[in-house]
Every structure is written in C-alpha cells, then in structure tokens.
C-alpha cells in the first residue's frame, strides 16, 4: 500500500544519511582505488563497504524485495527490473570526485514498484543536503519544496552533462559534437560536475536548465527521476521518447520545450543496455 512504500522512504533516509557518515568520514582519507569497465571506470573499497552496508540492512528490514546495485552489478548479479519492489542503489556516485577529493559527492536510493519509480533519496554526503521526493506528494530538499527551471529558450540556458566511461575517438567525436551544437545555440553555459545524481538534483531545484548524458546507469537515474518530475520537471530519453531506465541515457529539464530541444540537438552515443542478457 502507500502508507507502506512511506514506511520504507523513512527507511531509505535513515540509510542514505549513516551511508554518507561513512563516506564523509573516508572522504578525508587516502583511497584505494581499482578500475572496473575501462581505465576511467574506478571504484574504492568504500563505494563496496557502502553498498553492503546499505543493501544488508535494507534486505534485513526488507527481505521479499529486490536489489539492482552498482558494485553488486559490476560483481556480476543480474540488472534486471521486475514487478517485485525493487531498491536501486549507487553507494557512491562520483567516485572519480571522491578519489579526488573533489567534494561532489552523493548516495542515491530509489525505489521502484511494478516498474515504477515510487520514491527518490539522494544525499550530498559533504553539504549535507538531502534531496527527496515520493510519488504525488512534491521534491524537497532538506524539507524545502523544489521548483525546476521554467525556462524555455535555449539561449538563456545553464545545461549540466556527464561524459561517461568510453573514451573511443568516435565516442568523443559526437560528445563534443553535440556540445559544439548547444554551444552554437547560444546557451548561457554548459557545467561537468562529475555526479550525474547531484547535477539531476541541479534540475530540480531550478538552479540548471537541463541536463542530458549517455552512458549513465539506473542507479544514476532511479531517485533523481522522481525529484525531477516531483519538481515539475521532465525527464525523457534521448530519442524524445518516455524515459528508459535501462537505457543508459537521459535528457532532463525544467520545461518540455527545453527537454525536447536538447533530445533533438544531440547526437546517440551508443552504450550496452543496463540490463542486457
Ligand atoms: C558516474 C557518475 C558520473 C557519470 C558516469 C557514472 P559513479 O557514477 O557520477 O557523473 O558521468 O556515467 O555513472 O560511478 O561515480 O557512481
């Protein structure tokens, strides 16, 4: 029922804010680092600490439900979106940031039922903001209403992006492509942050126009789907269609005009579908 998916947002709040303690505390401290998909795809001991620590005590609370996470993901489990109420978790998102010290730094938790996204919780474990949102009943940061960007013409945009783990000469070549596009646009600016969850949350609050990125992950995009659109934002995919999770793509934005120019603008980049196989 509702009023138990309320039960297990209270949960997923508690569990983001002692996961980002945790973080916080590593943060001031030497990294070990690894690399997964590519060179540029990196992961410490504690986006894997992190994740454990979160999916255990959820699994504990929770134990009928499914899990989709990022460094359970990439240690070989399944991507794979059912009916069943199902957590979508990054432990870490904006690892590079975090090897770094460089502090944009966020966990994210969504949370799916039937295939629908039913509540988001993003935390910045550094600023300590908490960005959360459920179904029908708004997108708050630290309990203060979120409004995205009303803004429809590109010229007068602030755009985020992310650019994602492939490298390849022809990757590159429509990443900058498609910058080159928006840039010839006129806009007001285009910013890389390195956390494609705290750059969504960007959208919601209205302080970014849009955002757009191929070669994210569900885990990216489940809890900063929610704040979005509870913010009266749009999120849809690259093609103009609705929103895949899956699909490893995204544009969002305050306005469907500003959502629908940017998906006509930029050119595909092809990534592996998140729950291919
Ligand atoms: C990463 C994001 C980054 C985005 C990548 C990736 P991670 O997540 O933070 O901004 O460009 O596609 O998803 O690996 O730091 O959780």
């Not at 504690?46 to 460094?71: A, M, Q, W």
């Not at 870490?92 to 919780?121: R, W, Y």
């Not at 990125?213 to 489940?222: N, V």
């Amino acid at each position: 029922s509702k009023k138990q998916w309320e039960g297990c947002m209270e949960i997923a709040v508690q569990t983001a804010r002692t996961a980002g303690q945790v973080i916080r505390e590593a943060f001031k401290h030497e990294k070990e680092v690894s690399t997964k998909s590519s060179p540029v795809d990196l992961v410490t001991e504690t986006d894997r600490l992190v994740e454990d620590l979160i999916i255990s005590s959820l699994r504990e609370k929770y134990p009928s439900h499914r899990f989709i996470g990022e460094e359970s993901s990439a240690a070989g489990e399944k991507c794979l979106l059912t009916d069943s109420p199902t957590w979508i978790i990054d432990p870490i998102d904006g690892t590079c940031n975090f090897i770094h010290s460089f502090p944009m730094v966020a966990v994210s938790i969504g949370f799916a039922v039937n295939k629908e996204l039913e509540f988001g919780v993003i935390y910045h474990c550094l600023d300590e903001n908490l960005y959360t949102a459920r179904k029908g009943h708004g997108a708050f940061c630290n309990g203060i209403q979120l409004q995205g960007s009303k803004e429809t013409d590109m010229s007068k945009a602030l755009i985020l992006t992310e650019i994602g783990a492939k490298r390849d000469p022809a990757t590159l070549k429509i990443f900058s492509g498609n910058m080159e596009r928006l840039l010839k646009a006129q806009v007001h600016g285009i910013r890389v942050i390195g956390s494609a969850t705290l750059a969504l949350c960007q959208v919601a609050s209205g302080a970014a126009d849009a955002y757009y990125q191929f070669g994210l992950h569900c885990w990216d995009i489940a809890a900063a789907a929610v704040i979005i659109r509870e913010a009266g934002g749009n999120v849809i995919d690259t093609s103009g269609g609705p929103l895949d999770l899956m699909s490893r793509r995204i544009v969002a934005a305050g306005t469907v005009e500003m959502a629908h120019y940017i998906a006509q603008e930029i050119q595909t980049i092809t990534y592996e579908r998140d729950d291919h196989n």
